[in-house]
């Protein structure tokens, strides 16, 4: 996953079912599309820090601590279980990425506070052009 940790592929499960779409038979009887879970809760590979973080990040997309990431977009298997990995990872990247720096409260400059004012004016002045039976 990243420099410092590597999920082993015995914690991944794979299912296999078909894919929906068109395509005739080979959509019918090839079982290509593929979900790949992975235990977030109960993984060894992840770092305790880590794992809180990514649990807090994912929880709308967890069922019971297990993250779902399903592929269907490739007519072949092998290229939807290449593509369902990739996405595990950089979703799994997102989830245990550091936060952001805290951003610094600043105010607006003087040229800044007059751009605006002056942009109000405009647009009021606008909306007094277009009037019927106005001033």
Same mark, same amino acid.
């Given at each position: ?18 894919? %929906?779409?068109?395509? /005739? ?17 109960? %993984?060894?590979?992840? &770092?305790? &820090? ?32 290449? #593509? ?10 997102? #989830? ?12 607006? %400059? ?7 004012? #002056? ?14 039976? /106005?001033?």
């Amino acid at each position: 996953m990243t420099d410092r940790w590597v999920v082993a592929p015995a914690e991944l499960r794979e299912r296999f079912s078909r894919s %929906s779409g068109p395509g /005739g038979q080979g959509v019918n009887t090839a079982d290509s599309r593929v979900e790949l879970s992975f235990d977030l809760v109960g %993984s060894p590979s992840i &770092p305790e &820090p880590l794992r809180t973080r990514a649990l807090d990040r994912l929880a709308g997309r967890l069922v019971d601590g297990v993250l779902t990431i399903a592929a269907s977009e490739h007519r072949a298997q092998l290229a939807n279980r290449e #593509a369902a990995r990739e996405r595990l990872v950089s979703v799994l990247r997102a #989830a245990v990425a550091p936060p952001p720096p805290p951003r610094r409260p600043t105010r607006p %400059s003087r040229a800044a506070k007059e751009r605006r004012l #002056a942009e109000k004016k405009r647009r009021g002045q606008r909306k007094r052009d277009r009037r019927v039976d /106005g001033e």
